[in-house]
């Protein structure tokens, strides 16, 4: 009786160690085929059609106060951002290259800093690294106005009837910004 127990065990474990390693070979090809599409894919805007972008007062880092009202008949990207983000940082270049590209054709970056260390030290990043469009200083009530941040960086491109078109969380190409850019300009005649 006991070499059948010892028999039984013995397969037991061995029908044991073989389903735990059908099931861990599963979920690695479960996970190296999610992976990969991650990799493959950058992440999707979301369209939001004819929604309306949230009216604003901010402060800039000189203190002056703006309006999303002062942009009237502009096409924008709102970009949302902070000094110590990494992937902000490597946004910037690309904005401001759109800025000096697209600047004079009715189109205009707004920066929404979430610094909480104050104006002062975002005043400085811009300063350094040559910000070539307005940065404003975040508070409570614009983050809700545009529907909470998911992650920084987080853009909004607006028409110019201040309409938000599409937004992207992360990093984003420059490539499809610029095309949706050129989008709006084909589709509404810019100031």
């Known amino acids: 009786m006991n070499e059948v127990a010892g028999r039984l065990r013995t397969i037991t474990m061995k029908v044991y160690l073989k389903v735990l390693a059908c099931a861990a070979t599963v979920a690695g090809l479960v996970w190296l085929a999610t992976a990969q599409q ?7 805007a979301q369209t939001r059609v004819a929604k309306p972008a949230p009216e604003f007062e901010l402060k800039d880092v000189y203190g002056k106060d703006v309006k999303l009202s002062d942009f009237d008949g502009k096409a924008l ?6 000094t110590w983000d990494k992937p902000s940082q490597k946004q910037i ?4 290259q759109l800025q000096r590209q697209y600047g004079k054709q009715g189109f205009s970056v707004i920066g929404i ?3 909480s260390q104050g104006a002062d030290t ?9 910000v070539n469009f307005p940065v404003l200083m975040a508070n409570a009530d614009v983050v809700r106005g545009f529907g909470g941040l998911e992650a920084l960086p987080t853009l909004f491109v607006i028409e ?9 969380v992360g990093l984003t190409e420059k490539g499809v910004l610029e095309s949706e850019l050129k989008a709006i300009f084909a589709q509404v005649p810019m100031k």
């Open 113 to 115: 800093s979430l610094d």
């Open 122 to 130: 975002v005043k400085a990043y811009v300063e350094t690294n040559h």
């Open 38 to 44: 991650a990799w493959a894919d950058p992440p999707a």
């Open 77 to 82: 990207i709102v970009f949302f951002w902070a």
């Open 93 to 96: 270049p690309d904005l401001i």
């Open 160 to 168: 110019p009837h201040h309409n938000v078109i599409t937004s992207h």
